[in-house]
T-cell receptor, first 111, second 114 residues
Framework: GQSLEQPSEVTAVEGAIVQINCTYQ??????LSWYQQHDGGAPTFLSYNALDGLEETGRFSSFLSRSDSYGYLLLQELQMKDSASYFC????????????FGAGTRLFVKA | NAGVTQTPKFQVLKTGQSMTLQCAQD?????MYWYRQDPGMGLRLIYYSASEGTTDKGEVPNGYNVSRLNKREFSLRLESAAPSQTSVYFC?????????????FGPGTRLTVT
């Protein structure tokens, strides 16, 4: 079957850098995505990695190592508004594309 | 563009009642999804429709049925609601079911079954 693991909570200070890790087990791996969700809101897409390496989008970067079945989301210059839950999601193809989400990492940004 | 819309926003059901959650998207997307989210858990895929005319089971399909009415609309039906189905339900769509296509989510339906 497929599984993802990510830390349940991370706390960081405003202006700092934080890394949220995600490890996965899946067959037919296709790519790793990251989504952000504020309390009471809907998930919104942040990034997608299909190949090894770092993808940068503004203050957010995402990394993938397919050989290690591992990825991370890097948030720089943290702001209070970054306090939210962050989900990694694995896309795989086993007779049809599917995406499954991790349980989420709750990020608390302190002043 | 409204994006992905869901109705209703809130619903309270008694055990054994039935209801249909509605979802529509105006982005001309091929693929649509239904997820449930329980406290402290991620999104779990209930059913998805890779393209108009097709539907397939996700991780937790038991107790649910779906209908891809047309390219825009994808409904989720609970035939006999149970307290274990108390959850927040999200509908999402994407241009294609391939993993590189980001999913756009609706605002969610908060369902309580008593």
């Amino acid at each position: 079957g497929q599984s993802l693991e990510q830390p349940s909570e991370v706390t960081a200070v405003e202006g700092a850098i934080v890394q949220i890790n995600c490890t996965y087990q899946t067959s037919g791996f296709y790519g790793l995505s990251w989504y952000q969700q504020h309390d009471g809101g809907a998930p919104t897409f942040l990034s997608y990695n299909a190949l090894d390496g770092l993808e940068e989008t503004g203050r957010f970067s995402s990394f993938l190592s397919r050989s290690d079945s591992y990825g991370y989301l890097l948030l720089q210059e943290l702001q209070m508004k970054d306090s939210a839950s962050y989900f990694c999601a694995v896309s795989f193809n086993t007779g049809g594309f599917k995406t499954i989400f991790g349980a989420g990492t709750r990020l608390f940004v302190k002043a | 563009n409204a994006g992905v819309t869901q109705t209703p926003k809130f619903q309270v059901l008694k055990t054994g009642q039935s209801m249909t959650l509605q979802c529509a998207q105006d982005m001309n997307h091929n693929s649509m999804y239904w997820y449930r989210q329980d406290p402290g858990m991620g999104l779990r895929l209930i059913y998805y429709s890779a393209s108009e005319g097709t539907t397939d089971k996700g991780e937790v399909p038991n107790g649910y049925n779906v209908s891809r009415l047309n390219k825009r609309e994808f409904s989720l039906r609970l035939e006999s609601a149970a307290p274990s189905q108390t959850s927040v339900y999200f509908c999402a769509s994407s241009a294609s079911s391939g993993g590189s296509y980001e999913q756009y989510f609706g605002p969610g339906t908060r369902l309580t079954v008593t």
